[in-house]
């Protein structure tokens, strides 16, 4: 997938609410997760979401214990979700409790690492800190260039 600039993300108000509650459940845990999306012309639309159990819940953010495994389970994945379910994209999702929608240092080295990709932060409401439910993209690409490109997907709530 190239940029993201004519490109527009929506989510339905309910996926999007299970998204959220599912972060919510385990907070104060970070927890990781599978997002389907369906590709149209201009616009990608998500369908679904499952948990992935491969990588631990935890407290904090963690390195992968080893990067090669985890770039491998992760294209492994994506082909085996992209031809078993026929999904058109296979985002990686995880939780921030913390409420910050902003890329870890962790988050960035781990897309460094893999040099492209997108990595979907969900953010669970937290009443008690005022917290709202929120989810955000990260497009990463530092294929081509030296400084790596990374873009921020906005999603479009949509009633369906
Ligand atoms: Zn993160």
Redesign the pocket.
């Known amino acids: 997938m190239s940029g993201t600039k004519d490109f527009r993300y929506l989510i339905t108000e309910s996926l999007f609410k299970e998204i959220t509650d599912k972060a919510a459940e385990e907070y104060p845990n970070?927890v990781h997760g599978w997002l389907f999306a369906e590709r149209k012309e201009n616009f990608g639309i998500c369908t679904k979401f499952i948990m992935n159990t491969d990588l631990r819940k935890t407290k904090a953010?963690v390195k992968p214990r080893s990067w090669m495994r985890y770039k491998k389970s992760k294209i492994y994945n994506m082909r085996k979700f992209k031809q078993e379910l026929g999904v058109d994209i296979v985002w990686q999702w995880?939780s921030?409790p913390s409420g910050n929608e902003k890329?870890?240092q962790?988050?960035k080295r781990i897309l460094k690492y893999l040099s492209n990709g997108v990595?979907i932060?969900v953010i669970p409401p937290a009443p008690e800190k005022e917290q709202k439910a929120h989810l955000v993209g990260w497009y990463y690409d530092k294929r081509y260039t030296k400084k790596p490109i990374i873009e921020k997907m906005v999603f479009e709530i949509i009633s369906e």
């Open positions: 970070i953010h995880h921030h890329l870890h962790i988050d990595m932060i």
